[in-house]
């Protein structure tokens, strides 16, 4: 009895989680009359070709795929460059300051992003970069929570390995590659997973930081679609099941990675 109800149970939690992901990609197969239509239509529609024909004529899909794309892949690549820099500077070298600059660092995590879009936009827009990708990439490359995650995560690493591999003659950048990367690994990709979800899933700034239609990304765009009279919501929920596969595939890819780095230091001892 105790089986049949554990396997219950995970069915319907399966159920709840997987559920509006299908009738996600079942919704964009029709037609926005069918969608609404009762009872709900859960099987495969014959709208699929037409909503992405739609979809491509209404915002420029693919151009806009690769403007989120080319965003969200500089974005996290940059962020997990700093983030390991910094967490290796605040993990393994003593400097003067170096605990109070760390608790300002942290102090940033309970500022409302909100707080900071004002004089975020300021600072871009006296640097001439609104309406650019840099203005997008470059207030993100500083993640205080990763460069706590990071620093955490490296402060369990001997001290003994990195000094033998500078005995060897390795500068600092060598060590960082050929010892400290190899084991962070799993680390490094659930941290990527993170950021890259929430590059790719954007919208505020991007919608602020951006001026021209050719150079919206996938939310802001997909946000133009919402008319005030009508909303074809058949180009609504292809844009937004395409917009879900790359998480999806960047989770199955690293799944093995994401869940060590989750577990990291649970079994340590």
Known sequence: MKGWTLTFTLAVVFGLCVGPFYWLAMAATHSTADIFSWPPKFYPGDQLAANTAQLEESIGLMRVLGNTLYVAVVQTAGAIVVSLLAGYAFAKFSFKGRNLFFVLLLSTLVIPGGVTIIPIFEMMNDLGLIDSYPALILPSLSVPFGIFLMRQSLLAIPDELLDAARVDGAGELRVLWRVVVPVMRPVLAALAVFLF???????????????????????????TLQGLARTDFGQVMVGTAISSLPMMILFLVLQRQFISGLLAGATKG
């Open 197 to 223: 979800l929430g590059a790719w899933n954007d919208f505020l700034w991007p919608l602020i930081a951006l001026r021209t239609p050719e150079m919206y990304t996938l939310p802001v765009a997909l946000a």
